[in-house]
């Protein structure tokens, strides 16, 4: 399942947000990906994420793939539009 995400934060994501990012892909079985540009990191991997420049109004693609990949969507997106 992939969902494309605008994400609308108030700031950029630093290490905080990024930390509790992971934490938050770490409670689902599925495989998580985020997809930006040309990178495809592993959403349950700290440096992964930091690598990202994830910043509001930036897109994402959500990629997840496994017995809750439709929860781990609605969790990932919510955190990011919130």
Sequence with gaps: MKKNVVIQMSNSMEATPI???VQLANQFNSKVYFEMD??????KSIMGMMSLVLTSGSTVTIDAEGEDEEKAV???ERFLTE
Aim: no cysteine; net charge positive; hydrophobic share 50%.
């Design 19 to 21: 930390a509790h990012l």
């Design 38 to 43: 040309t990178k495809k990191v592993n959403a």
């Design 74 to 76: 609605v969790e990932l």
